[in-house]
């Protein structure tokens, strides 16, 4: 049974660019990388680097120590009906935690072909309209609106 804890991890290179990750399950499905907690233990920053490294086949340990951030930010939502089978009886509600992750420009992206059968970057912007789930969406413009907060 799946734990109701999740991440997603915004994954985003210099220039502005999102990935985003079509899902094998569901056609025109695009969203950020996101999996739920293994353990009640298990830290959030080491499940997020995991589901990275699972479905984008990049490994956070070989990019600089502060390229993955927390967002310190958590959204509760309802999981959708299809998708309750995988969790305890009764569960309803996911609490999902938001991180991004910087990567250079160059990184290859090794989607897990059971999970996700395309990606592309996009600007953010347009990363944000794509996503299926608007909470994702809101994630992206998120970490773009502090990105520009700093910089100006």
């Known amino acids: 049974m799946k734990i109701p804890i999740s991440v997603l ?6 220039n502005g ?12 499905f695009w969203q950020s990388v996101t999996g ?4 009640l233990d298990e830290d959030l920053k080491l499940a997020a680097s995991r589901e990275v490294l699972e479905e984008t086949g990049i490994d956070i340990q070989s990019l600089p120590e502060n390229a993955l ?4 930010h958590q959204i509760e939502y309802e999981i959708y009906l299809q998708w309750r089978h995988r969790y305890a009886p009764g569960v309803t509600k ?16 090794r989607l897990a072909p059971r999970e996700h059968v395309a990606y592309q970057w996009l600007p953010f912007n347009e990363a944000a ?8 969406g809101e ?3 998120k970490l773009f609106s502090a990105h520009q907060s700093v910089t100006h």
Do not use: G
């Open 9 to 14: 991890v915004v994954i985003y290179r210099s």
């Open 17 to 28: 660019e999102v990935l985003l990750i079509e899902r094998a399950d569901r056609l025109n």
């Open 36 to 39: 739920s907690i293994d353990t």
């Open 69 to 72: 951030q927390n967002m310190h």
């Open 94 to 109: 996911n609490t999902e935690h938001w991180f991004s992750l910087l990567v250079p420009d160059d990184v290859s992206v």
């Open 129 to 136: 309209k794509k996503c299926f789930s608007p909470s994702n």
């Open 139 to 141: 994630a992206i413009l």
